[in-house]
């Protein structure tokens, strides 16, 4: 992912049987842990969600200006909070034109989003999903567990090449909820809903602690923190829609000293895609001329190298956020959109790319997953083409308080008032 506004050597079948198709994979009996193990260094922990920021790391961040955390102290509004030019505010975002789910989660002027509305309208919108159900969350609360030629082989594909395609074995496949996941995204998109609010659901966050190993691996073992950019993507080739532009997500700054992964997208296809359905395109580390540099070009490198990264439902396919890639468009003769999510994820001994990170072991509140979602619509607005409704929805869900942390935000991300 794009930090902010700023970001198949059909290698080693480490596993066995059941991964037939796999470039890296494995199974659930070898693969099962306990748990994911709890995550970053105590100097490090200060700067990081749980729901407590370090204000100092937070405002030195040089990435987007996101918003700086001034203290823990709740902010929320009611509806008896309604200066005179909140309704003028209210005019201006016409509440009307955005979809009837937001306007159950606002207070009656439609200037502050109410937290219980909202858990209340997501749950009857995605029924077949949660929405901070903390007995689903300890169940779920899994990894899966790595050989150590699987660890190897991960840490090789992201060395040489600079990214990595995994295909879970079946049976871990079967126990992430990607088909119910599908099914909200789909039923966002057709309600004129920003697909990203599919990241108040707690599935879309469980399903990046299933992988937690695998991405440990492509970070060479180091402990790892989510960076607040991630996405939803429901592409519809067949309307002549494509996937971003080509780009590198945080480029040079996310490289270690020596030039090793420092952070990683991860992208999981949420039904299965193609060249035809569309699908992310890269440009391997190694055929990459300007790989550890912040250009764009598309002339440097050879077109012959250009790698599509085709795959299942419940993959994932992680890369470098230095490495040059894109979304495709697919064909108009595609069946299906194509429906994705990724987030940025970065080690923790690296400056925060964007602010607040996230530990990769205990879920955002839905307070603040929602602060996280505005945040999405406003720093990515312009590239996936966000209608200016919703940036206002996004700055009344950051001025409604609901994480109960206050921001110093950018001018632009506040409610005019
Ligand atoms: O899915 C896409 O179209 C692009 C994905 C991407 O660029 C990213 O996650 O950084």
Redesign the pocket.
Known sequence: ??PGIC?NSHATKVDDANTERLDIGCQRDEARSSRCRPSGSSQRRTAVVECHFEVAAFRSCQANPITSPISGVSNRHDDADRAPTLITFRQRMNINSVAPLIEQCTTTDGSRFKLDRAVAAFRQFGKNLHADDIAHVTLQRQAMRLSEQSVSAIAKRMDVEGYMHYQPAPDIRRALDIAKMRDVVVSLARAKIPTVFAFVYDEFWLTYWEFHNVIKAALGQREFFLLPDF?V?H?DAKEGE???AI?R?AGARSLLSDRETGAV?A?IPLVDVNTVT?C?MVVPKERDPDFGTDRVSQITFDVRDIRALPGCAGDLML?DQALL????RGSVFSETP?I?M?I?IQVASLSPLNLPLLKPDVLPSVGLRLEMVAKQILQYSRHAAVAPEWCDVARVIFASGLSGITYELPPDWRLST
Do not use: F, N, P
């Open positions: 992912m794009w970001r996405w993507w592409v494509a996937g971003w780009h997500d997208s992208w569309g992310v890369w890639h894109w979304g495709s194509r994705s990724s940025g």
